[in-house]
């Protein structure tokens, strides 16, 4: 079946770094690729999206790119701020099949001054 | 602000009691979704309906129900909980059937459930 495998967490950066999240996807279809946040007590947010392939996903200084070649859509930040801690999901939904949105098991984020 | 309401935010329940969760879907949208997080299972997709009727079941167990009515409300219905059932349960909504073709999910902030 469908699945979404994200890189185990937690990730601690400093203020101002790089942040990369991997993501790879198993799909029989052609999903539509998403990464959600969820700032803590908070609900799931959507970030971006990508809706095919090679599509660019971007918001809040944070992008992905959907490669079908890789099965992969990481997640990346040029500089991460402290109000950038969270927990962040990446997520498919194969359209083709019809389901539901399927998550990863999500990484935590902290980021320190 | 997603525009889906979920009520209660929080509540504590005893072991084989019965409890309900209600959401209410951004205006305009027709189908509700259902999601489980907890700690050791992640976010697991429950159930969706689509104008009142059922179109997709995960991983929800026969304990739990849901429906959604006319004016497109939804509500889970959990009973005889255990200890396990404590979990984030969320609500979802969007425009069209499927959530798919890059049409978006839209989360509520979700009801905490504890039994003790």
């Known amino acids: 079946g469908d699945s979404v495998t994200q890189m185990e967490g937690p990730v601690t950066l400093s203020e101002e770094a790089f942040l990369t999240i991997n993501c790879t996807y198993t799909?029989?279809?052609?999903?539509?690729l998403f990464w959600y946040v969820q700032y803590p007590g908070e609900g799931l947010q959507l970030l971006l999206k990508?809706?095919?392939?090679?599509d660019k996903g971007s918001n809040k200084g944070f992008e992905a790119t959907y490669r079908k070649e890789t099965t992969s859509f990481h997640l990346e930040k040029g500089s991460v701020q402290v109000s950038d801690s969270a927990v962040y999901f990446c997520?498919?939904?194969?359209?083709?099949?019809?389901?539901?949105?399927?998550f990863g098991k999500g990484t935590t984020l902290s980021v320190s001054s | 602000d997603s525009g889906v309401t979920q009520t209660p935010k929080h509540l504590i329940t005893a072991t084989g009691q019965r409890v309900t969760l209600r959401c209410s879907p951004r205006?305009?949208?027709?189908?509700v979704y259902w999601y489980q997080q907890s700690l050791d299972q992640g976010l697991q997709f429950l159930i969706q309906?689509?104008?009142?009727?059922?179109?997709a079941k995960g991983n929800i167990l026969e304990r739990f129900s849901a429906q959604q009515f006319p004016d497109l409300h939804s509500e889970l219905n959990l009973s005889s909980l255990e200890l396990g059932d404590s979990a984030l349960y969320f609500c979802?909504?969007?425009?069209?059937?499927?959530?798919?073709?890059?049409?978006?999910?839209?989360f509520g902030e979700g009801s905490w459930l504890t039994v003790v």
């Open positions: 979802a909504s969007s425009v069209d059937s499927w959530g798919a073709s890059g049409n978006t999910i839209y």
């Open positions: 799909a029989t279809g052609y999903p539509s």
């Open positions: 990508a809706t095919k392939a090679d």
């Open positions: 997520a498919l939904s194969d359209n083709q099949a019809g389901t539901a949105l399927i």
């Open positions: 205006s305009g949208d027709l189908s």
């Open positions: 309906y689509y104008n009142g009727e059922e179109r």
